[in-house]
């Protein structure tokens, strides 16, 4: 069965500029979640989504924004690009959102911010 | 604020040992914890886990020890194996799904 899987896998983008990154959920997982990780730390939680609502938000900017398509896919968006949204993006699917259910990780993309 | 803290950034072990990673945190609402590895160029892998009402979990050759009192859990590998070398986070549920990690920890497996 495939993973999580993202795309792309890599992103360079100059400051300023808006960019979509994409997530495919395990089949049968129903919430998607968006995680940030910055070199050297651990990856930091931005938007849960679960049956296309959204569920939890993180302390990110309003410049972030995720939505879920009735397949289940997400889409992260990020406008007005900073040097400090350089990182690796994840994607973690669940199955739905009772407590304590393990989230399953994608690969990431990396986004490079000049 | 950081409410978990792994304070070793890195750990070598030689094969056949073990290895013994920490984690501690600050709140004691936390009551799910988690282990995940990372290879480079991967999303982070599932481990291990553990909820509040036990002390231990095993699962081959990976154990997690949950010390409530000390809000301190620690992962221990044995024996250790080269494949084992990655980052390690543990990660701490922070209502129904957000996870809250730890800077993380890099194990080196020495032949």
């Known amino acids: 069965d495939a993973g999580v899987t993202q795309s792309p896998t890599h992103l360079i983008k100059t400051r300023g500029q808006q960019v979509t990154l994409r997530c495919s959920p395990i089949s049968g997982h129903k919430s998607v979640s968006w995680y940030q990780q910055v070199l050297g730390q651990g990856p930091q939680f931005i938007f849960q989504y679960y049956e296309k609502e959204e569920r939890g938000r993180g302390n990110f900017p309003d410049r972030f924004s995720a939505r879920q398509f009735p397949n289940y896919s997400s889409e992260l968006n990020v406008n007005a690009l900073l040097l400090g949204d350089s990182a690796l993006y994840l994607c973690?699917?669940?199955?739905?959102?009772?407590?304590?259910?393990?989230?399953?990780f994608g690969p990431g993309t990396r986004l490079l911010v000049l | 604020d950081q409410q978990v803290k792994q304070n070793s950034p890195s750990l070598s072990v030689q094969e056949g040992r073990i290895s013994i990673l920490n984690c501690d945190y600050t709140n004691s609402m936390f009551d799910y914890f988690l282990w995940y590895k990372k290879y480079p160029a991967e999303g982070p892998t599932f481990l291990i886990s553990i909820s509040s009402i036990k002390d231990k979990n095993e699962d081959g050759r990976f154990t997690v020890f949950l010390n409530k009192s000390a809000k301190h859990l620690s992962l221990h590998i044995v024996p250790s194996q080269p494949g084992d070398s990655a980052v390690y986070f543990c990660a701490l549920y922070q209502g129904a799904q957000k996870l809250v990690f730890g800077q993380g920890t890099r194990l080196t497996i020495n032949p």
């Open positions: 973690a699917s669940s199955q739905g959102t009772l407590y304590q259910e393990t989230q399953y």
